[in-house]
């Protein structure tokens, strides 16, 4: 039952070529114009990520440099074969370093210090100078050396080097208490220390540390320790780098999440702080809460913030342990791609809209035309002939097909003047199969007759003839057909005329013997009319008969006619052939008769008439002419 249903459903439904057309090609454009916008949002992604990535990368080339920079000096110094903090090799040492500060702008100070708690180091600040610490039993002795400053230019080095001012006093100054001094002893190898506050400098700075060894005159191996202080003010210095390359900051964090230097603010940081507001907080929430935030490897996400998208890149710096985050605006990075993008998807939509519309217009040169034809076709299959709707058109094939339908009408319509075409329509309309079969049916069989027509044949040139039957058989099948007579042939110049069949005919009698006075009617109007135009006159002969008969189309396999068989039509021949002999011109039989119910002027034929071929006598009525006889 639901097969049934569905099956319904789908006879139902029925689309045109256009549409089809139309909706495979907007399937497929939409498809192309999905997928390419779905390939180029992934590629102005992949560029967006591959120029936010750039940009972040610089910076941490920056941030790798400069700590790299400090790594080299130290590791110079911690080779210097006279390295001591002491001595005349202290004097020696001072120079170096105050040599390489002055090269090194990104350190504030360099240091060396001994385990048994001397010191030398060159400073940027508080002051420019050199100060050195020799650690007694009891107390420490420090001496301050003020010099030029060392980021000054010109002048001879030994000038530069020169001491404006010494100032010496005691102090408990004791540099292997120092974090980077015990942190690099520990360690074994150069570190980077935790950051903390400087107190020259009153902001955040990191130490790196390297432990140096020397055997002393006495053969003593004598630990020391050199390291450097750098403020992480140069690095805020580095970070910002980022917003000048692109549209966003960068930023720092140590190994225990607090900022080191941020290119958000304009001031360097001074003090620890945790990043807990602002896109910063939030990109490392983000970080925490996916665990990517001690990560080695580069990561890149994207955050959302206050209604706006972030790209994010991050990275691990292996030496101190920090984390390198940069964020910048989706909206800015990638702004101009994406309105390009959009206005590119504006555009295709735009030419896809124009390419349906000509879509539909072409489409419309096909699917009018074939419309067009299809009602052409199904009056062809109604064997309605006349007045074709046949119309050229501009496509091959249907101009074809358009000159095929046309032959095949001009055919059936020259086909249609041999066969009965109201009888084919009724059998189709009917549903009736075009094939050999029959059926009983009560019909009022017709056979009319033109008396003399050998003798007018023999007198008559055949064209006159032709016109004069051609007339004839025209009104009389009008006539018949007004009166729901169907025409079954014609027999030289008799006609055999059906009432009931193929279709059911309610009072048939009544109908065939009104019919037969109007043709008498009609000819006698025809006939005055030839006889003004000097052509013999037709007077026609009628035999009526009503019964059972067999009904179908009859015939060979290769040939068929609908007609109808039986004792009924031959009786109906042979009433319309006791004419001549009685003299009448319409002759019924008691059947038809009892079937007018008495609504026609008749004359009972009083004895009986011997039919030609039949052993019994019928009884025959006359129909009478009036002298006016409706059509």
């Not at 100054?173 to 980077?192: C, E, G, M, N, Q």
Request: hydrophobic share 45%.
């Amino acid at each position: 039952m639901a097969d049934d249903s569905t099956r319904s459903r789908m006879r139902r439904f029925r689309v045109d070529v256009g549409t089809i057309i139309c909706a495979v090609a907007l399937v497929q454009s939409l498809l192309l114009v999905a997928l390419g916008y779905w390939a180029v949002e992934r590629l102005v992604s992949k560029v967006g990520t591959a120029a936010h990535k750039i940009n972040h990368d610089r910076v941490e080339d920056n941030v790798l440099a400069f700590l790299a920079k400090s790594e080299a000096v130290i590791r110079a110094i911690g080779d210097s074969p006279s390295l001591h903090a002491a001595g005349e090799d202290g004097e020696q040492t001072a120079e170096m370093l105050w040599t390489l500060l002055e090269q090194t702008p990104e350190i504030d100070s360099l240091n060396v210090a001994t385990d048994d708690g001397h010191l030398v180091t060159a400073m940027r600040y508080p002051a420019p100078s050199v100060r050195q610490v020799l650690r007694g039993p009891a107390f420490s002795t420090e001496t301050w050396q003020y010099k030029r400053s060392p980021d000054s230019e010109g002048g001879d080095p030994k000038q530069r080097f020169a001491t404006t001012n010494v100032t010496a006093y005691r102090s408990d100054y004791d540099p292997t208490r120092r974090p980077w001094f015990v942190a690099a002893l520990k360690a074994k190898a150069s570190i980077w220390t935790a950051p903390f506050v400087s107190a020259s400098a009153q902001e955040l700075a990191i130490s790196h540390a390297l432990p140096a060894a020397r055997l002393d005159d006495e053969g003593r191996t004598q630990h020391m320790v050199v390291a450097a202080n750098v403020s992480l003010g140069h690095l805020s210095k580095l970070v910002r780098i980022f917003g000048e390359l692109g549209h966003g900051d960068s930023a720092l964090l140590s190994a225990d999440h607090h900022v080191l230097a941020r290119g958000d603010h304009p001031d360097p940081v001074r003090q620890m702080q945790s990043p807990d507001s602002g896109v910063l907080g939030a990109l490392h929430a983000h970080m925490l809460a996916a665990g990517t935030h001690s990560a080695v490897d580069d990561m890149a996400f994207s955050i959302t913030q206050e209604g706006r998208r972030y790209l994010v890149q991050t990275s691990h710096i292996p030496s101190t342990q920090w984390q390198l985050v940069s964020w910048e605006p989706e909206d800015l990075l990638l702004g101009d791609l994406q309105r390009t993008v959009a206005w590119a998807l504006v555009l295709t939509l735009s030419f896809l809209a124009v390419a349906l519309f000509i879509a539909l217009r072409l489409s419309k040169l096909v699917t009018q035309p074939i419309e067009n034809l299809s009602r052409v076709a199904r009056r062809i299959g109604r064997l309605e002939l006349d007045n074709l709707p046949l119309a050229s058109s501009r496509v091959l094939e249907i101009q074809h097909l358009n000159q095929a339908l046309d032959e095949s009408a001009r055919s059936l319509k020259a086909f249609s003047k041999f066969v009965p075409v109201d009888v084919i329509k009724q059998l189709i309309a009917e549903g009736h199969a075009l094939a050999p079969s029959g059926s009983p049916r009560r019909i009022t069989a017709m056979f009319t007759d033109v008396e003399g027509f050998t003798s007018i044949s023999e007198s008559l040139p055949a064209d006159v003839l032709v016109k004069q039957l051609t007339e004839y058989f025209n009104l009389a099948a009008r006539i018949f057909a007004r009166h729901g007579g169907v025409v079954d042939k014609f027999m030289g110049d008799g006609i055999m005329v059906l009432w009931g069949a193929p279709s059911d005919l309610d009072d048939a009698e009544y109908r065939a013997c009104t019919a037969a006075l109007a043709l008498h009617f009609e000819m006698n109007e025809l006939n005055a009319r030839w006889r003004a135009e000097g052509m013999r006159e037709f007077r026609t002969r009628i035999g009526i008969h009503t019964g059972m008969a067999i009904a179908g189309v009859l015939g060979s396999s290769d040939r068929l006619s609908y007609t109808a068989v039986g004792d009924v039509i031959n009786v109906a021949s042979r009433i319309e052939g006791a004419n001549k002999e009685l003299g009448t011109r319409t002759l019924i039989s008691q059947a038809t008769f009892e079937g007018l119910g008495g609504r026609l002027a008749t004359r009972r034929i009083e004895e009986l008439a011997e039919l030609r071929g039949r052993q019994t006598r019928m009884v025959l009525y006359e129909l009478l002419e009036v002298e006016h006889q409706p059509g």
